[in-house]
T-cell receptor, first 111, second 116 residues
Framework: GQQVMQIPQYQHVQEGEDFTTYCNSS?????IQWYKQRPGGHPVFLIQ?????EVKKQKRLTFQFGEAKKNSSLHITATQTTDVGTYFC???????????FGEGTQLTVNP | GAVVSQHPSWVICKSGTSVKIECRSL??????MFWYRQFPKQSLMLMAT?????????EQGVEKDKFLINHASLTLSTLTVTSAHPEDSSFYIC????????????FGPGTRLTVL
């Protein structure tokens, strides 16, 4: 079955440093979504990428979808303590189908 | 924005009892609802997908007779954990998607189940 792998599992950074998490799917995806889960909270939708090679930005966050639509990345520039949480990617093989979540990357930011 | 509620937020029960968890979409019609399970510091594992008015589709390895899912309306889905045992203790999260929100899933706040 479809597998979504995410690395790294943990990332500790100093405030102001950049952060990147990578996501790889075993199959070609229709779309990939990114979610953020704060400690003790529930996942919150960040963004969806649909097109091959797509790049989207949300303030300090940059999301990329690979040309082959099998990998994706999330890059945070100049991290802040509010960025703390676990970032999950989730891929769907067809539009509207079930999402397969990656293992998540837990980000901690030291002030 | 789209809001999904879950009730209860936490529950403690004795082994052998059944627990029902409700998931509601408060301001939109949820054509599809998903039920996930999350163990501490782990990812979300999809248990089942339910469409309003039809039987839920369970993921491989999930016992449908143990985890009963009902999606009776476009705003409500329920998950009943029957004859719960300590190994069923987990964080159960529902999500909902609707026709107006292309592929996006809105997650409920989750229910922490502890089985003694």
């Amino acid at each position: 079955g479809q597998q979504v792998m995410q690395i790294p599992q943990y990332q500790h950074v100093q405030e102001g440093e950049d952060f990147t998490t990578y996501c790889n799917s075993s199959t070609t995806l229709s779309n990939i979504q990114w979610y953020k889960q704060r400690p003790g909270g529930h996942p919150v939708f960040l963004i969806q990428l649909v097109k091959s090679g797509e790049v989207k930005k949300q303030k300090r966050l940059t999301f990329q979808f690979g040309e082959a639509k099998k990998n994706s990345s999330l890059h945070i520039t100049a991290t802040q303590t509010t960025d703390v949480g676990t970032y999950f990617c989730a891929g769907a093989e067809t539009s509207g189908s079930r999402l397969t979540f990656g293992e998540g990357t837990q980000l901690t930011v030291n002030p | 924005g789209a809001v999904v509620s879950q009730h209860p937020s936490w529950v403690i029960c004795k082994s052998g009892t059944s627990v029902k968890i409700e998931c509601r979409s408060l301001d939109f019609q949820a054509t599809t609802m998903f039920w996930y399970r999350q163990f501490p510091k782990q990812s979300l594992m999809l248990m089942a997908t339910s469409n309003e008015g039809s039987k839920a589709t369970y993921e491989q390895g999930v016992e449908k007779d143990k985890f009963l899912i009902n999606h009776a309306s476009l705003t409500l889905s329920t998950l009943t954990v029957t004859s719960a045992h300590p190994e069923d203790s987990s964080f159960y999260i529902c999500s909902a998607s609707g026709a107006d929100f292309y592929n996006e899933q809105f997650f409920g706040p989750g229910t922490r189940l502890t089985v003694l």
